[in-house]
C-alpha cells in the first residue's frame, strides 16, 4: 500500500514528472510503432530497422521521429499526475475492505487506467495521426478533425484505449510489485535500478499481454470508423499474426519507458517524502519545471 506520509500534491509532481521524463525520450520509437500500425503506409515500414532508417533518410530526426511531440508533451505531466495519484488512492481505499494486496493493486491499477486514458486519448488521436504523416501541425490536425468528424472522433477510441489501458496496468501493476517483492529488499535498501528493473519487467510484461488491444486502438485513433471493421480489416491484412505487427518495437517501446517511468516516479516520490519533508520541497521543484 502507498507509504505514509503519502500526499496528493506529491503524487501529482512525482507522476507529473516521470510522465514528461518518459515522453520525450521515447517518443522516437513510439512513432516507428504508429507508423508499422497504420493502414495506410504501414507497408512502407514493414520492420523496426527499415522503418527508422526510411524515417531518418527522408524526414530528419524532428520531422520523422517528433512529429506529433507536441501534443503527447501537454497530456504527458496531467495524465501522469492523474494516473498515480488515481493507483495511491485507489489501492489504499481498496485496503480498507480487503486484505489481499494483488486485489488492492488489481483496483488501483484499472482505476489509474480509467483516469489516464480519459486525460490523454484526445491528445493521442492528434499526436498519432501527425505521426502516421496525416497532419503536419497540431492546429490543423484538431481543427480539420473537428470539422470533418467532430468531437466524437477524438474519444472514439476511448472504449478501446479502456480496453487495453485496464488490463495494461493491471498486469503492469501486479508485475511491478512482484518483481519488487522478489528482490527481497527494503524500501530503504532499494537504489535507482531497482526500480528501473522491476519496472523494465512489467513494462515488457504488460505490452506483450495486450499487444492486439493497441492494434485495434491505434486503427480506430488513425480513422477507422467502427472496432468490429477494424477487426475485419486487421484479419484480412494477415490473420491472427497481424495482431501482433509492432509488438517488437512496442516491448522495445514499453520496458525503457515504464523503467524510466517507475524510476523518476519513485526517486523524486523518496525526495519529496525524506527531502526536507516541506511544502518548500514540492514548490522549488514546481518552479523548476
Known amino acids: 500500500m502507498p507509504e505514509e506520509g503519502i500526499s496528493l500534491q506529491h503524487t501529482i509532481v512525482a507522476g507529473g514528472l516521470s510522465g514528461l521524463s518518459e515522453h520525450i525520450v521515447m517518443f522516437p520509437l513510439d512513432s516507428v510503432k504508429t507508423r508499422m500500425m497504420s493502414k495506410e503506409i504501414g507497408h512502407l515500414y514493414p520492420t523496426l530497422t527499415s522503418s527508422a532508417k526510411k524515417m531518418f533518410q527522408e524526414e530528419g530526426l524532428w520531422h520523422g521521429f ?3 511531440v507536441w501534443p503527447a508533451c501537454c497530456s504527458a505531466m496531467p495524465a501522469h499526475a492523474a494516473l498515480f495519484s488515481a493507483f495511491e488512492y485507489s489501492s489504499k481505499f481498496a485496503s480498507n475492505y480487503t486484505s489481499n494486496q494483488a486485489t488492492c493493486t488489481a483496483v488501483g491499477g484499472a482505476a489509474a487506467s480509467v483516469v489516464h486514458e480519459t486525460v490523454s486519448v484526445p491528445f493521442d488521436v492528434v499526436k498519432q495521426r501527425m505521426q502516421a504523416c496525416q497532419f503536419n501541425t497540431a492546429s490543423r490536425c484538431v481543427k480539420e478533425t473537428f470539422a470533418k468528424e467532430g468531437i466524437f472522433a477524438f474519444y472514439r477510441s476511448l472504449p478501446a484505449a479502456l480496453l487495453i489501458g485496464i488490463p495494461a496496468q493491471v498486469v503492469h501493476w501486479l508485475t511491478y510489485r512482484t518483481a519488487k517483492a522478489v528482490t527481497g529488499k527494503t524500501i530503504e535498501e532499494r537504489m535507482a535500478a531497482d526500480y528501473f528493473l522491476c519496472g523494465g519487467i512489467a513494462g515488457i510484461n504488460s505490452a506483450f499481454v495486450t499487444n492486439p488491444l493497441d492494434m485495434i486502438k491505434t486503427r480506430i485513433q488513425l ?20 495482431f501482433w ?25 523518496r525526495y519529496l517524502i525524506n527531502g526536507d519533508g516541506s511544502e518548500n520541497t514540492i514548490k522549488h521543484i514546481c518552479h523548476h519545471t
Do not use: H, N
Open 66 to 68: 517528433y512529429r506529433g
Open 223 to 242: 480513422g477507422a470508423t467502427s472496432y468490429t471493421g477494424a477487426i475485419k480489416t486487421i484479419l484480412s491484412e494477415g490473420g491472427l499474426p497481424k
Open 245 to 269: 505487427t509492432g509488438v517488437v518495437p512496442r516491448m522495445l517501446f514499453a520496458a525503457p519507458s515504464a523503467a524510466l517511468t517507475m524510476t523518476t516516479y519513485e526517486v523524486t516520490m
